[in-house]
């Protein structure tokens, strides 16, 4: 679960949560609203499928989120690859010296 660094990504915390924590919730507000919503008479034997459809509505914009974060990381090393020097994830977490601004730019 932890990276380098030991650092929780995004994409770790979605993957965790959305089927453990808001999949429920989802399902149990979509339940809850079903029932106590206003003129709409659901039996309690209809709430279960309700329940059901209200978890799994939160799993495709997981499903959505993961893919585009994969996408986004292969990208990211390819540039690092062909580039041959430190990734943008990697600088964010780099500490930047002096020195480090004094050099001259690499001619490509």
């Known amino acids: ?38 003129g709409v008479e659901v039996q309690p034997e209809d709430l279960t499928p309700i329940f059901v459809a209200g978890a799994l509505s939160v799993l495709a914009p997981m499903w959505k989120w993961l893919d585009g974060w994969q996408k986004y990381e292969q990208r990211e090393a390819e540039i690092t690859a062909e580039l041959g020097r430190e990734s943008t994830l990697d600088l964010v977490d780099r500490e930047f010296t002096a020195s480090d601004f004094d050099a001259e730019p690499d001619d490509a």
């Not at 924590?21 to 106590?36: D, E, N």
């Open 1 to 38: 679960m932890l990276q380098k660094g030991g650092k929780i990504t995004p994409n770790r915390v979605i993957a965790v949560l959305t089927p453990v924590i808001f999949a429920p919730l989802a399902g149990y507000i979509a339940a809850w609203v079903a029932k106590h919503l206003p």
